[in-house]
């Protein structure tokens, strides 16, 4: 590991320890508050949570497949699912690149090259990211409520305009982005790649991607019902805290798997309905959730190589899937 890399690395998790800290301490100082809240789990709700949580992992899975097929590489949705699912263990280390080496070293497993899954990680979040910033004003239901995010708001309006100016560039002109994913190809000493999928590709893909967010969305939704008696936030403002959260904590590059950023966000969109000591709780206690389903899921990710095809089918002519 270089000393630059090193550098990166304490300073994410030191970001992450003192945002964790700061709300450690609102959890004490509200203690009183959470005291009188009426806590009572909803084992039902809990369990249709996990249900939706699964689903949404599995969408994503399909997702990344759609864009393997976009290269004209047609693998098994196990091995798709266990190539997004243990590349993903990457993110909790600071810098995001490690997702990608993941990624780039289990797809060589089923015989995808290594320019064609790295161009697909790009790939990923250039469809996600737009994906992602669409559903949010539509379920938070007033744009104000981004207001709420203080210094995020920011980082939000920002990336959402570099991301959509991207995304209309790959959705109408793919092979715009074929020149991009090159570019950087030949920087990395990779083989350059052919990226020209038909519009029905494209499409799939991006609904995938929106039926995956709205499905982590309701997830954390059933998880506030499963843990409060009487929950006053409205399903469509908590599907849409859950996305702001998970993006504005994703694109913290330093920060490793979102640590910290993640609960700040929801935090502050909580807030006005909970009140802060409740808000800081749920923030923190659905971080242990989320990272126990992930460690589920992990698991089930390693059981997928008993179905493993070995090896990734080459399509002579880039048809779509029915």
């Not at 290269?71 to 699912?85: A, E, N, Q, T």
Request: positive net charge.
């Amino acid at each position: 590991m270089k000393f630059d890399t090193k550098v990166k690395t304490i300073i994410g998790w030191l970001l992450a320890v003192v945002i964790l800290a700061f709300l450690v301490r609102m959890f004490y100082v509200n203690r009183a508050e959470l005291a009188q809240w009426q806590w009572d789990i909803d084992w039902l709700k809990a369990a249709a949570s996990a249900i939706l949580l699964f689903m949404a992992y599995l969408t994503a899975a399909i997702a990344w497949k759609t864009i393997i097929y976009g290269f004209g590489h047609k693998i098994g949705l196990s091995d798709s699912f266990r190539i997004v699912y243990l590349a993903n263990l990457g993110r909790y280390i600071p810098g995001k690149i490690w997702q990608v080496f993941g990624m780039v070293a289990l797809a060589k497993e089923v015989g995808i090259p290594a320019r064609i899954s790295l161009a697909s990680f790009a790939l990923a979040q250039a469809y996600s990211l737009p994906a992602a910033f669409v559903l949010i004003p539509i379920f938070l239901g007033n744009i104000d409520s981004i207001h709420q995010l203080a210094v995020y708001k920011n980082l939000f309006y920002l990336v959402f305009a570099i991301s959509f100016i991207a995304f209309m560039i790959l959705f109408f002109k793919p092979g715009g982005l074929s020149g991009a994913l090159n570019w950087v190809l030949k920087l990395l000493k990779r083989e350059p790649v052919e990226y020209n999928p038909k519009m029905k590709n494209r499409i799939a893909i991006f609904n995938w991607y929106l039926i995956t967010w709205i499905l982590f969305g309701f997830a954390f939704h059933f998880f506030l019902e499963a843990l409060l008696a009487d929950s006053p936030l409205p399903a469509n403002y908590a599907v849409g805290t859950y996305i702001a959260a998970y993006i504005l904590g994703y694109i913290s590059f330093f920060s490793p798997g979102g640590l910290g950023f993640r609960e700040g966000v929801m935090t502050a969109l909580l807030t006005p309905f909970l009140g802060v000591g409740v808000a800081v709780s749920i923030s923190l206690i659905h971080r242990v959730w989320i990272t126990c389903a992930e460690a589920i899921i992990s698991l089930f990710a390693l059981w997928t190589y008993k179905f493993s095809t070995k090896k990734s089918v080459e399509r002579e002519e880039p048809e779509e899937p029915e």
